[in-house]
């Protein structure tokens, strides 16, 4: 029988992807050339990054020794091999690439549903289940969408998908600090973040009677980790010093530490 919870996330991977898909679906070609947020990426950047990391996913749940050339190839430029994919797709005709997202999406879905859910699969970091790589591109997907809307000054709902969101920021704490050559606090922290829409429940993580705690609301706390806002901007409290110093270089991705957004950008 398939893991409830790996469902729910395979589902609510493939209703995010939908939502963007809506926001983009019926632009005009010329519109796909606007910028965004992101320096030097247009929402055709946004878009061909998504359809690559996708099809990158879909290599490791299927094709390991595919996929490991793959990781072979950026080790040879880890600074630029993310770009230069999103260039790549970015030059596409935009009806070309639309197809080409929608499709890899699909076969993304299937392979993910077909995955053995106990089996580890490789990535350009810890291998990870088919639940966790689906968290992961959920994640990606708000994040770049988040952008895309930005870009063309739609102001989103938060739903309860951004659960995945803030589990990974959470769950990535220490990977923050690694990535920057510090050392993370030795104790957990407490989170507590004010669902989107009606729910009276709150999302909390780590102890509760642990002495360094953030608080506010999920949207917020998502924003930042995924550094689509400046803190600044953000109504987030942080309580204890170690608390606040997280505030200020958590993020849920993988890889070098961003520069994130300056505070006062327009969303």
Same mark, same amino acid.
Not at 145 to 160: E, I, K, N, S
Not at 176 to 190: D, I, M, N, S, W
């Given at each position: 029988?398939?893991?409830?919870?790996?469902?729910?996330?395979?589902?609510?991977?493939?209703?995010?992807?939908?939502?963007?898909?809506?926001?983009?679906?019926?632009?005009?070609?010329?519109?796909?050339?606007?910028?965004?947020?992101?320096?030097?990426?247009?929402?055709?950047?946004?878009?061909?990054?998504?359809?690559?990391?996708?099809?990158?996913?879909?290599?490791?749940?299927?094709?390991?020794?595919?996929?490991?050339?793959?990781?072979?190839?950026?080790?040879?430029?880890?600074?630029?091999?993310? #770009? !230069?994919?999103?260039?790549?797709?970015?030059?596409?005709?935009?009806?070309? @690439? =639309?197809?080409?997202? $929608? &499709?890899? /999406? %699909?076969?993304?879905?299937?392979?993910?549903?077909?995955?053995?859910?106990?089996?580890?699969?490789?990535?350009?970091?810890?291998?990870?289940?088919?639940?966790?790589?689906?968290?992961?591109?959920?994640?990606?997907?708000?994040?770049?969408?988040?952008?895309?809307?930005?870009?063309?000054?739609?102001?989103?709902?938060?739903?309860?998908?951004?659960?995945?969101?803030?589990?990974?920021?959470?769950?990535?704490?220490?990977?923050?600090?690694?990535?920057?050559?510090?050392?993370?606090?030795?104790?957990?922290?407490?989170?507590?973040?004010?669902?989107?829409?009606?729910?009276?429940?709150?999302?909390?993580?780590?102890?509760? #009677? !642990?002495?360094?705690?953030?608080?506010?609301?999920?949207?917020?706390?998502? @924003? =930042?980790?995924?550094? $689509? &806002?400046? /803190? %600044?901007?953000?109504?987030?409290?942080?309580?204890?010093?170690?608390?606040?110093?997280?505030?200020?270089?958590?993020?849920?991705?993988?890889?070098?530490?961003?520069?994130?957004?300056?505070?006062?950008?327009?969303?």
């Amino acid at each position: 029988m398939p893991d409830p919870s790996a469902v729910a996330v395979f589902t609510d991977l493939r209703e995010e992807g939908r939502e963007l898909d809506l926001l983009v679906g019926e632009l005009p070609g010329r519109d796909w050339a606007r910028p965004t947020p992101a320096p030097g990426w247009s929402l055709a950047h946004q878009i061909a990054h998504l359809h690559w990391t996708d099809r990158a996913s879909l290599l490791s749940l299927t094709d390991a020794d595919a996929f490991a050339g793959l990781v072979e190839e950026a080790l040879k430029a880890p600074d630029s091999f993310v #770009d !230069a994919g999103a260039e790549e797709g970015a030059a596409l005709p935009p009806a070309e @690439l =639309l197809a080409r997202w $929608r &499709a890899g /999406r %699909a076969a993304l879905d299937e392979a993910l549903a077909a995955a053995s859910p106990e089996a580890r699969f490789p990535w350009y970091g810890p291998p990870m289940k088919a639940a966790s790589m689906a968290s992961a591109r959920l994640m990606e997907t708000w994040a770049h969408g988040q952008d895309v809307a930005d870009a063309l000054g739609v102001r989103r709902v938060p739903t309860a998908r951004l659960r995945h969101v803030a589990r990974i920021g959470v769950r990535a704490r220490d990977y923050a600090y690694a990535v920057r050559g510090l050392t993370a606090p030795a104790g957990e922290f407490r989170v507590e973040l004010a669902a989107p829409g009606d729910s009276a429940e709150p999302w909390t993580y780590g102890p509760p #009677d !642990a002495p360094q705690r953030i608080t506010g609301p999920a949207l917020d706390f998502c @924003l =930042l980790v995924t550094q $689509r &806002a400046h /803190r %600044a901007d953000l109504a987030l409290t942080a309580t204890g010093p170690d608390a606040d110093r997280w505030l200020d270089i958590a993020q849920a991705f993988a890889g070098p530490a961003g520069p994130g957004r300056e505070p006062g950008a327009a969303r």
